[in-house]
T-cell receptor, first 113, second 113 residues
C-alpha cells in the first residue's frame, strides 16, 4: 500500500554499526508494527506500538529498539548490527478498533557483513 | 501466546486446478484470520479474511473456511492462474493478548502452465 513507506529500501552495513530503519504512514492508523522476514520462518514480530506513548516487545526484540516519534512515524534501530540480523524488515499499520487487518510497507532489505 | 502452523510449505499445481493451503491455530480466543499474498520482492498484501463468527467467505476464485472447533482454517483457490504464483501467509489475531497477529511460516504456490 503506497500509504506506508519505509526508508531505506536496501542497506548494506558492517558488524557493530548502528542502523536505523524508518517507517512513515499517511493512513492515520494508531497502531504500528515492525516485523522481520527470514526464508522459511514467515513474519516475526519485533516491536509494536498502539500509540505514541505505548511501546511493546514482540517475540524477537533482543538486539533491537524502537522509537515512535509521532503517530505517523515508527523507527527501528539495531544498536550494534550482527550478521544474523540480515533479513527483510517490514513495517505495518492497523487501525485501532478495527478487525486487526495490517497494511504493510514495501520492506527494507538489510545485509550485515 | 498464539501459535500458527501452516501446510504445505510448497505447493505446485497445474493451471486451472485448485489449490488448498491449511493452517491450524492454538488459542481458541483468536477471532480474526487474514490471508496475505506476497509476490516476489513485494510486500504482503491482504487477499481475504474471516472472523470467528463466520464459517466461510468467498471472493471470486478465493475462499476461506474456518472450523473453530478444530481450530483450523483453509485458503481455497480455484481455477488457478500463473499470476497466483506467490507465497501465501495465514495469520491469527489473539484478542486480549495485545491484539497481535501471529503468522504461519508461508506456502510457496507455483502454478505451472
Amino acid at each position: 500500500d503506497a500509504d506506508v513507506t519505509q526508508t531505506p529500501r536496501n542497506r548494506i552495513t558492517k558488524t557493530g554499526k548502528r542502523i536505523m530503519l524508518e517507517c512513515s504512514q499517511t493512513k492515520g492508523h494508531d497502531r504500528m508494527y515492525w516485523y522481520r522476514q527470514d526464508p522459511g520462518l514467515g513474519l516475526r514480530l519485533i516491536y509494536y506500538s498502539f500509540d505514541v506513548k505505548d511501546i511493546n516487545k514482540g517475540e524477537i526484540s533482543d538486539g533491537y529498539s524502537v522509537s515512535r516519534q509521532a503517530q505517523a512515524k515508527f523507527s527501528l534501530s539495531l544498536e550494534s548490527a550482527i550478521p544474523n540480523q540480515t533479513a527483510l524488515y517490514f513495517c505495518a499499520t492497523s487501525i485501532a478498533g478495527g478487525p486487526g487487518t495490517q497494511y504493510f510497507g514495501p520492506g527494507t532489505r538489510l545485509t550485515v557483513l | 501466546g498464539e501459535n500458527v502452523e501452516q501446510h504445505p510449505s510448497t505447493l505446485s499445481v497445474q493451471e486451472g486446478d485448485s489449490a488448498v493451503i491449511k493452517c491450524t491455530y492454538s488459542d481458541s480466543a483468536s477471532n480474526y484470520f487474514p490471508w496475505y499474498k506476497q509476490e516476489l520482492g513485494k510486500r504482503p498484501q491482504l487477499i481475504i479474511d474471516i472472523r470467528s463468527n463466520v464459517g466461510e467467505k468467498k471472493d471470486q476464485r478465493i475462499a476461506v473456511t474456518l472450523n473453530k472447533t478444530a481450530k483450523h482454517f483453509s485458503l481455497h483457490i480455484t481455477e488457478t492462474q500463473p499470476e497466483d504464483s506467490a507465497v501465501y501467509f495465514c495469520a491469527a489475531l489473539l484478542t486480549g493478548g495485545g491484539n497481535k497477529l501471529t503468522f504461519g511460516t508461508g506456502t510457496q504456490l507455483k502454478v505451472e502452465l
